[in-house]
């Protein structure tokens, strides 16, 4: 029994002014039954404990207040059933601890959401995660998109919001009883002017004899239309012009062959013929109706026969 040794326990608080009882006989140093180092962990741990009792209380009044569980402790899926075999408080302690996936978990995590829970109250890392990618997901899809703005319109350009908002601020008055005036007013704005108010200027001017573009070509056209339409461009007269039968008609039909070069050494080597038709004055040319035209290439003779038909003699 020699390793037997006696020992006193008191409480903390009386620690102070208990007196060691006087013993003859020798025995070992007595052992603490904790020391300073010991007692602030303690605490410490009870902090924790609080700490994390009160993150606890927090959550579940979040979730009771979007109905996150039934009497029962079952959680509600987002279809608003109840899942079978789950249980809010393992749940909870699951989310406040490191652990396994349980039932359950990905609904508890999204009434979690629905309630609006702050990440910094869950101490489970995966669910903490989970929980703010939610968040982040939900910030995204609730960002204000765009309008889109397509260019596949044909009577009037594309508007952009900064015109938008500077023919906004325009007051409705401003607009004078001259077109011309209204014209002006618009490109000051930033706005285009309609492709009707263009073509309705060209056909005016084209089809006036008095103009100096009328009946004109491409070039002048555009000169007198830059004029009153600064942003006016080649394409869009080329474009206009197409569309009218009297240019279509008018316009000189350019046709480029490629001829090669005739090469010759001496005379009679290659003649150049053609046929005259006279049919209209045969009458008065004794019955003749066409004229053989002959043209030596090499020293450039010309001559010509009077024939009645096209037939070969004999």
Do not use: C
């Amino acid at each position: 029994m020699d390793s037997v040794r006696k020992m006193v326990v008191v409480p903390y608080e009386q620690q102070a002014n208990y007196q060691q009882p006087q013993d003859t006989s020798v025995q070992q140093p007595l052992s603490q039954p904790s020391s300073n180092q010991s007692i602030e962990k303690r605490k410490k741990l009870i902090l924790t404990n609080n700490e994390k009792l009160l993150r606890m209380i927090k959550i579940v009044l979040r979730l009771a207040s979007v109905n996150g569980y039934d009497d029962e402790g079952r959680i509600r899926s987002k279809k608003g059933i109840f899942i079978d075999k789950s249980n809010i408080i393992t749940l909870l302690n699951h989310a406040m601890s490191i652990g396994h996936p349980l039932i359950g978990e990905q609904e508890f995590i999204e009434l979690l959401r629905e309630a609006k829970v702050d990440p910094s109250l869950i101490i489970h890392e995966n669910v903490k995660t989970k929980l703010a990618n939610n968040y982040v997901r939900d910030d995204y899809e609730n960002i204000p998109k765009e309008p889109r703005v397509t260019s596949n319109v044909v009577d009037i350009a594309p508007v952009v919001n900064s015109r938008k908002r500077k023919f906004d601020e325009v007051d409705e008055n401003v607009f004078k009883e001259n077109d011309e005036e209204n014209e002006n007013l618009l490109e000051d704005i930033g706005w285009e002017i309609p492709r009707k108010r263009k073509h309705d200027f060209l056909n005016s001017v084209y089809y006036d004899p008095n103009h100096p573009a009328s009946f004109a070509s491409v070039e002048k056209l555009y000169n007198f239309a830059k004029e009153k339409f600064p942003n006016a461009n080649k394409d869009e007269i080329k474009e206009w012009l197409s569309e009218q039968l009297t240019y279509t008609l008018h316009k000189q039909a350019r046709k480029r062959f490629k001829r090669n070069k005739v090469l010759v050494s001496h005379m009679d080597e290659q003649w150049q013929a053609d046929l005259a038709d006279m049919r209209q004055v045969s009458s008065e040319n004794k019955g003749f109706k066409y004229i053989l035209t002959v043209i030596d290439i090499f020293s450039k003779y010309a001559w010509a026969v009077p024939i009645k038909n096209k037939q070969p003699d004999g």
